[in-house]
Nanobody, 120 residues
Framework: QVQLQESGPGLVKPSQTLSLTCTAS??????????WNWIRQSPGKGLEWMGF???????GYSPSLKSRTSISRDTSKNQFSLALSSVTPDDTAVYYC????????????WGQGTQVTVSS
């Protein structure tokens, strides 16, 4: 059973960098059939995919967020992290980490989500 758990500050000031970590248990983030993703949902809006990191450390980002987003990993801790720079109140959202199985195009595991509010 794979479990994903997001962690990080719940409150970030405007213009600062939002940093979150996803800890995976029950499965290695270096397994090559998956990508490890960050997704968010702002109030009143749908889910927005932000980006992923692959088993080999390569990354891909949403074009709309690419200039402000960085995803990295710590394989020794089986964690991957999100950094979103220059945040504004529009970045207030519930942030999720999720695993995507490429063979079946299926989102098979999600974290419970963590609320991040951008406010001074």
């Amino acid at each position: 059973q794979v479990q994903l758990q997001e962690s990080g500050p719940g409150l970030v000031k405007p213009s600062q960098t939002l940093s979150l970590t996803c800890t995976a248990s029950g499965g290695s983030i270096t397994t090559n059939v998956y990508t490890w993703n960050w997704i968010r949902q702002s109030p009143g809006k749908g889910l927005e995919w932000m980006g992923f990191i692959r088993y080999d450390g390569s990354t891909g980002y949403s074009p709309s967020l690419k200039s402000r987003t960085s995803i990295s990993r710590d394989t020794s801790k089986n964690q991957f992290s999100l950094a979103l720079s220059s945040v504004t109140p529009d970045d207030t959202a519930v942030y999720y980490c999720a695993r995507f199985l490429r063979a079946t195009l299926n989102w098979d595991y999600w974290g419970q989500g963590t609320q991040v509010t951008v406010s001074s």
